[in-house]
T-cell receptor, first 115, second 116 residues
Framework: GAVVSQHPSRVICKSGTSVKIECRSLDFQATTMFWYRQFPKQSLMLMATSNEGSKATYEQGVEKDKFLINHASLTLSTLTVTSAHPEDSSFYIC???????????FGQGTRLTVV | AQKITQTQPGMFVQEKEAVTLDCTYDTSDPSYGLFWYKQPSSGEMIFLIYQGSYDQQNATEGRYSLNFQKARKSANLVISASQLGDSAMYFCAMTPQYTGRRALTFGSGTRLQVQP
């Protein structure tokens, strides 16, 4: 089946630095990818929709200058958390669908800890 | 707009028994897809089952079945013969049908604990 790979799975960074998270669709082309954030014991909240070759669409309340999304190819989307702060510590997970009426495939997730 | 409601924060079930996890939804889309995902403590999201709003029959996948009642706007997950490995968070989700460009909207989840 289709696979989405996310890297890194865990990252610890210092406050004020930037962190890049990669999301790859391994065996299908994904014109659209989705980035979610999940706090402990909570549900997945959509942050943004990443569109290949165009600007991402951010959900209300998500700072686009802080969470930079780049979708430069049909198999790769990246999320960069800029000037990270402890409150950005969370579980970030990407997703892509092979087509309509199919399930969404998820990456393994990235647990970000900002110290 | 779409909304998913899961009213059971936690559920317990004895091993080998069946359990039903509740999910109700609301949407203005004329056609939509409903999903259930399992999230173990590792964090990965595991797809379990899918139901299209115009599918005539309820979906089944092995030990998982989806009790879809369109008029009541409910899409409950039934797990038969529970196993210890079923202990995890379970999320109900939905998206408009016939497009892959819309994200899934998730419910708040139900934590299932299977007891030996």
């Amino acid at each position: 089946g289709a696979v989405v790979s996310q890297h890194p799975s865990r990252v610890i960074c210092k406050s004020g630095t930037s962190v890049k998270i990669e999301c790859r669709s391994l065996d299908f082309q994904a014109t659209t990818m989705f980035w979610y954030r999940q706090f402990p014991k909570q549900s997945l909240m959509l942050m943004a929709t990443s569109n290949e070759g165009s600007k991402a669409t951010y959900e209300q309340g998500v700072e686009k200058d802080k969470f930079l999304i780049n979708h430069a190819s049909l198999t790769l989307s990246t999320l960069t958390v800029t000037s990270a702060h402890p409150e950005d510590s969370s579980f970030y997970i990407c997703s892509a669908r092979e087509g309509p009426n199919t399930e969404a495939f998820f990456g393994q997730g990235t647990r970000l800890t900002v110290v | 707009a779409q909304k998913i409601t899961q009213t059971q924060p936690g559920m317990f079930v004895q091993e080998k028994e069946a359990v039903t996890l509740d999910c109700t939804y609301d949407t203005s889309d004329p056609s939509y897809g409903l999903f259930w995902y399992k999230q173990p403590s590792s964090g990965e999201m595991i797809f379990l089952i899918y139901q299209g709003s115009y599918d005539q029959q309820n979906a089944t996948e092995g030990r998982y079945s989806l009790n879809f009642q369109k008029a009541r706007k409910s899409a409950n997950l039934v797990i038969s013969a529970s196993q210890l490995g079923d202990s995890a968070m379970y999320f109900c989700a939905m998206t408009p049908q016939y497009t892959g460009r819309r994200a899934l909207t998730f419910g708040s989840g139900t934590r299932l604990q299977v007891q030996p």
